[in-house]
Every structure is written in structure tokens, then in C-alpha cells.
């Protein structure tokens, strides 16, 4: 009998693919395998050119999406074959795609939000009924489209006695406020982890600074610090969104431009604070006082940057392991969750966090 949702993600630092199987029996979540699969160098440097304005064509667009629906359909073969599971038993599977271009609404221009990677193809392959293009209809109705973990987020983790915010740290990081009582919200802090992997790749040439040791043996600057949180973005008020266009390395670079030299380890050192404080600002601003704050994404594996968290914050820090949930998997896991809101008719957005008009069903289903 078919129980299992299949859910795909691969988000704004590129790193790889997130792929897990979970059934949603009597409303119980659970988490039944998963798989990172690797992205290709050739398509990572893609898929980075198709983020910037001038580097992308049609051409490249069209050629990425299919490889990466390729792509994908291999990551979901693979774990259904780790897992001994049939296309028979699968419900739907649920891929975010690849952003590749994100403009959020209000910003005085058209706004929209690209994913690639050709759901066709991963129905094809895998025989197996897909849901894709979640953001569209959220968009469609004024809303930003993102982030749309919030309520998977308030359907796992939240409490009646505790007032809980979900951290996810991956390329940018959004919040997902839980009060014990009241309504949800949600939005995007800013840059998560996407500058630091930029500058320790420029500088280390490593894709990531390993639990944040480089930057632990830095010096915060001030001035650094302060001219960056001056992006017009933190002072927007929620909903709000962001990406890879709004904060990448070449504005880094510009920012660095306009200040005397600073080492490279200090800098590293000041976009952990940076990540940190901008998380932390909007969290310690909520009308309701926060009792815990549990992080998820691979920002959760950095340790200085945790340690950051815990500094700034007014609220006990932990990881959404001590809820039951491995931090790598949370949002794979949320877009299993989605389709199934999807095949069932129910929605998956909360239109208070992405601002849209109504709550509504989101994506679209492409059968084998
Ligand atoms: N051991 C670690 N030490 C430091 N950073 C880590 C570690 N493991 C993972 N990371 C960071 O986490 C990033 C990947 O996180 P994740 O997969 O959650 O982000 P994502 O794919 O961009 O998702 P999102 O859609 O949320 O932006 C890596 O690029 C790296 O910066
Ligand atoms: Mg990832």
C-alpha cells in the first residue's frame, strides 16, 4: 500500500541534495530514511551563473533544468533503492527545485521566484506522482512565496506550554515563531550561511569553514559589522524574503571597499556575528518573549556560530535534535510534508508569514 512521501531539496548554498521517505500515518510524522546526493561541479558553477543577472541565457536555463530534473530523479532512484522501496508505495514526491532567482514583492520591480529542475523528468523516471512549483501560487496571491517551512515547522515543533522559534540556518536563514498560544510567523533574517562559504572558499579554499574554527580565531570588526547590518533589508518589516542576489560576495567585496584593509580571519569572524546578531535582533524584537530556540540546516554544525546564538539570544539554544529531528533533514522533510498537503487538498502556507492573500493549496502535480 502506498504510505511514503519522498521529499527533495536543494537549497541556496548549492551543497547537495537533501532526499528523505516519511509516512504521515494518523498524522504521525515520521522520518524513514534519507540520502545526500551529490551535485556535479559542472552544474553547481551552472546553476551560480543562472543566480547572477549577465552570466545567465535562456539556453543555460533550459539546459539546467532539465539536468537537474535528471538530476533529482537520480537522487530519488537512489534512496528508494537504499530504502527497498517501490514506486508503488510512494504517494507523491515533493521537490522544492533549485532557486535560481528570487524577487520578492514590494521592492519596486516585478516580483517573482524561479526553481529548476524539470519535474516531468522525475516523474518519469522514478514512476512516481510529483509535486513541484511550490512558490507560485503563494506568489500568485500577493504573498512572498517564502518561506514556506514555517508550517511544517508549527505542525512538528510547536508546544502549548513554551514559547519556541525554529532557526533555519541554511544559505539564508528564516525564523518560524511557535507561541504557545497565538498565530505563527515567519520570515527570512538575511544571509545564513552563503557568505561565510563564499569567503572561506575565496580565502581557504575550502567549501566551508568546519565548525566555524577559522572564524573562532578571528576578531569581530565593528566598523565592518555595522556598515553590513546598514543593508536596507534588516530594517524591513515582516513578511519579508530574501536570496543569493541581495546578499552575495560581490557586495561583501563592495562593503569591504568602502573600509580600511581587514584581515581575511576577521572578517570570517564578523560574518558569524553578523549571522548571529541578525538572527538574534529579530528574535529579542518579538512582542512575545521567547523561552527556546531550536536551530536546524547546516548552520547547526557550526559550532562558533552557535556559540554566537547562544551569546546574543535570550533564550535557551539547542539544536532540532532535541526535538527528535536531525538538523540536515528539516527541510527535505518539510517538502514530503507539502506534497502531502498538496495530494490531500490542504494548504501549505500561513499567509501571515508570507504575506499572501489567503492560505491556500501550493504546487502543482505532475503524474508518471
Ligand atoms: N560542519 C559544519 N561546519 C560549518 N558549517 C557547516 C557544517 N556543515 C554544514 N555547514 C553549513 O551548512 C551549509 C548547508 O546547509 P543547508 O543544506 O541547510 O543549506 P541550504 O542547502 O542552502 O538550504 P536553504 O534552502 O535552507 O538555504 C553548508 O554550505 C555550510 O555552510
Ligand atoms: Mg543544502
Redesign the pocket.
Known sequence: MANLYIGL????????I?AIAASFEQSQFKLIGTLSYDIPDHLKQSIQNLCQPGLDSVQLYAETDQQLGELFAEASLALMDKLGIDADQVLAIGS?GQTVRHAAPGEGRIAFSQQIGDPNIIAARTDCPVVADFRRKDMALGGHGAPLVPAFHRELFSDTTKNRVIV?????A?ITVLPATGPCIGFDTGP???L??SWCKKHQGK??????QWAAGGTCDKSLLEQLKSHSFFALAAPKSTGREAFHQQWLEEQLSLLNAIEPQDVQATLIQLTAETIADEINNLDTKIDEVFV????A???A?MAKLHGVLDASVDSTATLGLDP?WV?ACAFAWLAKQRIEGSAGNIAGVTGAERETVLGGLYLP
Do not use: A, P, R, V
Not at 9 to 16: L, N
Not at 207 to 212: A, P, Q, S, T, V
Not at 296 to 299: I, K, L, N, W
Open positions: 531539496m536543494s537549497g541556496t548554498s548549492i551543497d547537495g537533501d522544492h533555519n540556518i541554511g544559505g539564508i528564516n545564513g550561511n552563503l561565510l562559504d567549501e566551508y569553514d568546519d565548525n566555524g536546524c540546516g547546516g548552520g554544525f557550526n559550532g556560530l540536515n527541510e
